[in-house]
């Protein structure tokens, strides 16, 4: 999979310091694009989603778009909302950064666009935008063999299985 095909996208609510908003580093950087409207072609990355993504989608998307709020407010920014289309949640992962570190599921908005992006096959990419947080190394120290494992199954069932080998008693 070249890197180049895929775009990124954010949809900033700005509840957060602007300080430790990985959505806003990702746009100084020129990693990914902020959106006000989310483009039909992507994927929404949506904790709450009932549909895992899977490698699958990469066939069906042309770019990955986060929703950056808080997680105090996600509840009610994301699950209560039915604006968003193309939702999927990330099979589960151990967040790397300091504010929720090893806590399942709830990632920085950077931790889950680059899930995604390693899971769809885009590996490099995936990689290089964490490198523009110090501790971005820590979510792949954390996750990469989990990652990988998930970056070849297909489907649902198959992530499922995947998902209950690594974390058994998981559930966000
Ligand atoms: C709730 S915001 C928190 C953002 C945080 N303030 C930051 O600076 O990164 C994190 C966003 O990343 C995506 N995300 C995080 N964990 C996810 C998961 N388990 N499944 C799907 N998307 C997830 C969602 O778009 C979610 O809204």
């Given at each position: 999979?070249?890197?180049?095909?895929?775009?990124?996208?954010?949809?900033?609510?700005?509840?957060?310091?602007?300080?430790?908003?990985?959505?806003?580093?990702?746009?100084?950087?020129?990693?990914?694009?902020?959106?006000?409207?989310?483009p039909n072609s992507?994927?929404?990355?949506?904790?709450?989603?009932?549909?895992?993504?899977?490698?699958?989608?990469?066939?069906?998307?042309?770019?990955?778009?986060?929703?950056?709020?808080?997680?105090?407010?996600?509840?009610?920014?994301?699950?209560?909302?039915?604006?968003?289309t193309?939702?999927?949640?990330?099979?589960?992962?151990?967040?790397?950064?300091?504010?929720?570190?090893?806590?399942?599921?709830?990632?920085?908005?950077?931790?889950?666009?680059?899930?995604?992006?390693?899971?769809?096959?885009?590996?490099?990419?995936?990689?290089?935008?964490?490198?523009?947080?110090?501790?971005?190394?820590?979510?792949?120290?954390?996750?990469?063999?989990?990652?990988?494992?998930?970056?070849?199954?297909?489907?649902?069932?198959?992530?499922?299985?995947?998902?209950?080998?690594?974390?058994?008693?998981?559930?966000?």
């Amino acid at each position: 999979m070249c890197a180049d095909q895929i775009e990124l996208a954010v949809l900033m609510y700005r509840q957060d310091d602007p300080q430790k908003c990985t959505a806003s580093r990702l746009v100084k950087f020129r990693l990914a694009n902020e959106v006000r409207r989310i483009p039909n072609s992507f994927v929404v990355l949506n904790p709450y989603s009932d549909k895992l993504l899977t490698a699958s989608d990469a066939m069906r998307f042309k770019g990955i778009c986060g929703i950056d709020c808080s997680w105090n407010l996600a509840s009610k920014v994301i699950r209560g909302s039915k604006k968003y289309t193309n939702n999927r949640k990330l099979p589960a992962l151990l967040a790397g950064n300091p504010t929720n570190y090893a806590k399942l599921g709830m990632l920085s908005t950077v931790e889950a666009i680059s899930a995604a992006l390693y899971i769809m096959g885009y590996k490099s990419k995936s990689n290089d935008i964490l490198n523009k947080f110090k501790w971005g190394h820590t979510f792949m120290d954390l996750n990469l063999d989990i990652l990988e494992d998930y970056s070849k199954a297909f489907d649902e069932d198959a992530l499922r299985v995947i998902e209950k080998e690594y974390f058994p008693n998981y559930f966000l």
